[in-house]
Protein backbone atom coordinates (compact mmCIF):
# COMPACT_ATOMS: atom_id res chain seq x y z
CA UNK A 1 0.00 0.00 0.00
CA UNK A 2 1.21 3.49 -0.89
CA UNK A 3 -1.37 5.34 1.15
CA UNK A 4 -1.72 8.67 0.08
CA UNK A 5 -0.07 9.57 -2.36
CA UNK A 6 0.46 13.84 -3.50
CA UNK A 7 1.98 15.24 -6.34
CA UNK A 8 4.18 17.28 -6.98
CA UNK A 9 5.88 18.05 -3.78
CA UNK A 10 6.82 21.40 -4.84
CA UNK A 11 5.25 24.14 -7.37
CA UNK A 12 6.35 27.90 -8.04
CA UNK A 13 3.42 29.47 -9.93
CA UNK A 14 3.08 32.70 -11.03
CA UNK A 15 -0.26 35.16 -10.24
CA UNK A 16 -3.17 33.97 -12.50
CA UNK A 17 -1.42 30.77 -13.56
CA UNK A 18 -3.89 27.65 -12.82
CA UNK A 19 -2.50 24.25 -11.86
CA UNK A 20 -3.74 20.88 -10.26
CA UNK A 21 -2.80 19.47 -7.13
CA UNK A 22 -2.69 15.57 -7.64
CA UNK A 23 -4.22 12.98 -4.40
CA UNK A 24 -4.59 9.58 -4.72
CA UNK A 25 -4.98 6.69 -1.69
CA UNK A 26 -5.25 3.00 -2.47
CA UNK A 27 -6.98 2.08 0.95
CA UNK A 28 -10.56 2.42 -0.37
CA UNK A 29 -11.21 5.29 1.57
CA UNK A 30 -14.51 6.88 1.37
CA UNK A 31 -13.53 10.42 3.02
CA UNK A 32 -10.77 12.45 1.33
CA UNK A 33 -9.90 16.05 2.35
CA UNK A 34 -7.88 18.45 1.25
CA UNK A 35 -6.04 21.13 3.85
CA UNK A 36 -3.49 24.03 3.65
CA UNK A 37 -1.35 24.56 6.62
CA UNK A 38 0.03 28.09 7.45
CA UNK A 39 2.84 29.14 10.28
CA UNK A 40 0.71 30.23 13.64
CA UNK A 41 -2.98 28.75 11.99
CA UNK A 42 -2.60 25.00 12.14
CA UNK A 43 -5.09 23.08 9.35
CA UNK A 44 -7.71 24.57 7.87
CA UNK A 45 -9.98 22.61 5.80
CA UNK A 46 -10.69 23.78 2.00
CA UNK A 47 -12.75 20.79 0.98
CA UNK A 48 -13.63 17.41 1.67
CA UNK A 49 -15.61 14.32 -0.06
CA UNK A 50 -17.37 11.98 0.79
CA UNK A 51 -17.61 9.50 -1.41
CA UNK A 52 -17.14 9.52 -5.17
CA UNK A 53 -19.13 12.02 -7.05
CA UNK A 54 -20.00 14.23 -3.52
CA UNK A 55 -18.04 17.05 -2.64
CA UNK A 56 -18.61 20.11 -0.05
CA UNK A 57 -16.74 23.22 1.53
CA UNK A 58 -14.78 23.52 4.01
CA UNK A 59 -14.03 26.33 6.10
CA UNK A 60 -11.66 27.97 3.50
CA UNK A 61 -12.89 26.84 0.12
CA UNK A 62 -12.49 30.30 -1.86
CA UNK A 63 -10.29 29.98 -5.02
CA UNK A 64 -10.28 26.06 -5.39
CA UNK A 65 -12.47 23.57 -6.84
CA UNK A 66 -12.40 19.96 -6.30
CA UNK A 67 -14.07 16.69 -7.90
CA UNK A 68 -14.28 13.22 -6.98
CA UNK A 69 -15.11 10.98 -10.06
CA UNK A 70 -13.51 7.82 -8.65
CA UNK A 71 -13.15 6.44 -5.23
CA UNK A 72 -9.17 7.03 -5.38
CA UNK A 73 -8.91 10.25 -6.53
CA UNK A 74 -9.16 13.67 -5.36
CA UNK A 75 -7.82 16.88 -7.05
CA UNK A 76 -7.14 20.36 -6.01
CA UNK A 77 -7.60 22.70 -8.64
CA UNK A 78 -6.42 25.96 -8.53
CA UNK A 79 -8.51 28.33 -10.90
CA UNK A 80 -5.98 31.68 -10.97
CA UNK A 81 -3.37 31.03 -8.39
CA UNK A 82 -3.02 34.46 -5.93
CA UNK A 83 -0.37 34.99 -3.55
CA UNK A 84 -2.17 34.20 -0.31
CA UNK A 85 -2.97 30.75 -1.63
CA UNK A 86 1.23 30.55 -1.16
CA UNK A 87 1.07 27.23 1.60
CA UNK A 88 1.29 23.51 2.27
CA UNK A 89 -1.09 21.27 0.85
CA UNK A 90 -1.99 18.08 2.46
CA UNK A 91 -4.20 15.86 0.98
CA UNK A 92 -6.19 12.78 4.07
CA UNK A 93 -8.28 10.55 3.70
CA UNK A 94 -10.34 8.15 6.13
CA UNK A 95 -12.26 5.00 6.06
CA UNK A 96 -15.19 6.48 7.61
CA UNK A 97 -15.99 9.94 9.49
CA UNK A 98 -15.02 8.57 12.97
CA UNK A 99 -11.62 7.03 12.10
CA UNK A 100 -8.11 8.41 11.74
CA UNK A 101 -6.98 10.65 8.68
CA UNK A 102 -4.24 9.62 6.92
CA UNK A 103 -2.33 12.31 5.60
CA UNK A 104 -0.05 13.21 2.70
CA UNK A 105 3.41 14.04 3.09
CA UNK A 106 2.13 17.52 1.43
CA UNK A 107 3.13 20.07 -1.62
CA UNK A 108 4.78 23.09 -1.14
CA UNK A 109 2.82 25.86 -3.40
CA UNK A 110 4.51 29.00 -3.93
CA UNK A 111 2.70 32.14 -5.92
CA UNK A 112 4.57 34.77 -6.85
CA UNK B 1 -18.64 28.64 17.14
CA UNK B 2 -16.51 25.59 16.43
CA UNK B 3 -12.31 26.19 18.13
CA UNK B 4 -9.17 24.90 19.05
CA UNK B 5 -6.90 26.22 21.36
CA UNK B 6 -3.01 25.44 21.57
CA UNK B 7 -2.13 28.07 24.12
CA UNK B 8 1.66 27.57 24.13
CA UNK B 9 2.98 27.63 20.65
CA UNK B 10 6.74 26.42 21.46
CA UNK B 11 7.83 24.29 24.62
CA UNK B 12 11.33 22.85 25.27
CA UNK B 13 11.65 19.81 27.95
CA UNK B 14 14.87 17.85 29.08
CA UNK B 15 15.29 14.30 27.31
CA UNK B 16 13.51 12.23 30.20
CA UNK B 17 11.44 15.22 31.65
CA UNK B 18 7.68 15.08 31.38
CA UNK B 19 5.63 17.00 28.98
CA UNK B 20 2.51 18.37 29.31
CA UNK B 21 0.89 20.12 26.33
CA UNK B 22 -2.88 21.93 26.59
CA UNK B 23 -5.52 22.06 24.42
CA UNK B 24 -9.00 23.38 25.17
CA UNK B 25 -11.96 23.80 22.68
CA UNK B 26 -15.09 24.65 22.21
CA UNK B 27 -17.71 22.79 20.85
CA UNK B 28 -21.38 22.45 20.78
CA UNK B 29 -21.89 18.89 20.87
CA UNK B 30 -20.07 15.75 22.69
CA UNK B 31 -17.06 15.89 20.84
CA UNK B 32 -14.57 13.55 19.06
CA UNK B 33 -10.87 15.03 20.09
CA UNK B 34 -7.89 13.98 18.22
CA UNK B 35 -4.21 14.65 18.57
CA UNK B 36 -1.84 14.33 15.94
CA UNK B 37 2.01 15.04 15.68
CA UNK B 38 3.84 16.19 12.46
CA UNK B 39 7.54 15.76 11.95
CA UNK B 40 9.47 18.08 9.80
CA UNK B 41 8.83 18.06 6.15
CA UNK B 42 5.97 15.65 6.77
CA UNK B 43 1.99 14.52 6.89
CA UNK B 44 0.44 14.35 10.41
CA UNK B 45 0.23 10.94 11.92
CA UNK B 46 -2.28 10.15 14.95
CA UNK B 47 -1.64 9.36 18.18
CA UNK B 48 -4.64 9.17 19.71
CA UNK B 49 -8.18 9.80 19.86
CA UNK B 50 -11.22 10.09 22.08
CA UNK B 51 -14.72 9.76 20.88
CA UNK B 52 -16.29 8.26 24.43
CA UNK B 53 -15.63 6.32 27.04
CA UNK B 54 -12.66 5.98 29.58
CA UNK B 55 -11.55 9.85 29.92
CA UNK B 56 -7.63 8.66 29.76
CA UNK B 57 -7.08 7.78 26.49
CA UNK B 58 -3.46 5.94 25.64
CA UNK B 59 -2.20 6.84 22.14
CA UNK B 60 0.63 5.58 19.95
CA UNK B 61 4.64 6.10 21.45
CA UNK B 62 3.87 6.40 25.00
CA UNK B 63 1.51 9.12 24.85
CA UNK B 64 -1.68 9.71 26.76
CA UNK B 65 -4.38 12.46 26.95
CA UNK B 66 -7.31 13.22 29.40
CA UNK B 67 -10.58 14.61 28.58
CA UNK B 68 -12.19 17.03 31.24
CA UNK B 69 -15.37 18.06 30.19
CA UNK B 70 -15.78 20.75 32.83
CA UNK B 71 -12.58 22.09 31.55
CA UNK B 72 -13.42 21.50 27.74
CA UNK B 73 -9.69 20.48 28.32
CA UNK B 74 -7.83 17.34 26.12
CA UNK B 75 -4.21 17.88 27.16
CA UNK B 76 -1.57 15.41 25.97
CA UNK B 77 0.90 13.50 28.20
CA UNK B 78 4.09 11.98 28.31
CA UNK B 79 5.88 10.30 31.20
CA UNK B 80 9.05 10.61 29.79
CA UNK B 81 10.55 12.69 26.70
CA UNK B 82 13.20 10.87 23.99
CA UNK B 83 14.88 12.98 21.66
CA UNK B 84 12.49 11.71 18.95
CA UNK B 85 9.37 13.04 20.22
CA UNK B 86 10.62 16.47 18.79
CA UNK B 87 7.82 17.53 16.79
CA UNK B 88 4.84 19.62 16.35
CA UNK B 89 1.87 18.64 17.92
CA UNK B 90 -1.71 19.63 17.00
CA UNK B 91 -4.87 19.17 18.64
CA UNK B 92 -7.98 18.64 16.48
CA UNK B 93 -11.76 18.43 17.35
CA UNK B 94 -14.32 17.37 15.23
CA UNK B 95 -15.52 14.48 13.23
CA UNK B 96 -12.32 13.01 10.98
CA UNK B 97 -13.72 14.27 7.99
CA UNK B 98 -14.34 18.15 9.32
CA UNK B 99 -11.52 18.36 11.94
CA UNK B 100 -10.56 21.47 13.44
CA UNK B 101 -6.92 22.16 14.08
CA UNK B 102 -5.62 24.00 16.75
CA UNK B 103 -2.53 26.11 15.97
CA UNK B 104 0.11 23.75 17.02
CA UNK B 105 2.90 23.15 20.12
CA UNK B 106 6.39 23.75 18.71
CA UNK B 107 8.35 20.01 20.83
CA UNK B 108 11.86 21.09 21.62
CA UNK B 109 13.92 18.28 23.33
CA UNK B 110 16.92 19.42 24.87
CA UNK B 111 19.97 16.49 25.47
Known amino acids: NAGVTQTPKFQVLKTGQSMTLQCAQD?????MSWYRQDPGMGLRLIHY???????DQGEVPNGYNVSRSTTEDFPLRLLSAAPSQTSVYFC???????????FGSGTQLSVL | AQSVTQPDIHITVSEGASLELRCNYS??????LFWYVQSPGQGLQLLLK??????LVQGIKGFEAEFKRSQSSFNLRKPSVHWSDAAEYFC?????????FGTGTLLAVQP
Open chain 1, 27 to 31: MNHEY
Open chain 2, 27 to 32: YGATPY
Open chain 1, 49 to 55: SVGAGIT
Open chain 1, 92 to 102: ASSYNRNEKLF
Open chain 2, 92 to 100: AVGSTNKLI
Open chain 2, 50 to 55: YFSGDT
